[in-house]
């Protein structure tokens, strides 16, 4: 072993906490998804959104942001994103996006 590792060797043996410490402190920088699952985390929300019908006669009703279409549309074994369904809710609104955008 080169005198770097014998000297870095005895500086963690009589400093037993302040390496706890900084360990510590790395694991939060770099690994802060394990901290997250030990102490439990924050819950998510399921957001809604509200749909009016095209007659407009009818209350609107409160449906999941994160419902997919029934169908599977694929292509070369892939399944597309609800955006690129052409007719599709999420696709108007991603053309709308884009043109907000512009």
Known sequence: MSTFFVTLYTWIKNNVLMTIGILIVVVLLFFPKILRGLIGGTRRRRRTRTIATRSGRRLPRSVGISRRPRKQYTKGGKAKKAWQI??????????????RMR
């Open 86 to 99: 052409k007719g599709s809710l999420a696709a108007k609104r991603h053309m709308a996006q884009i043109r």
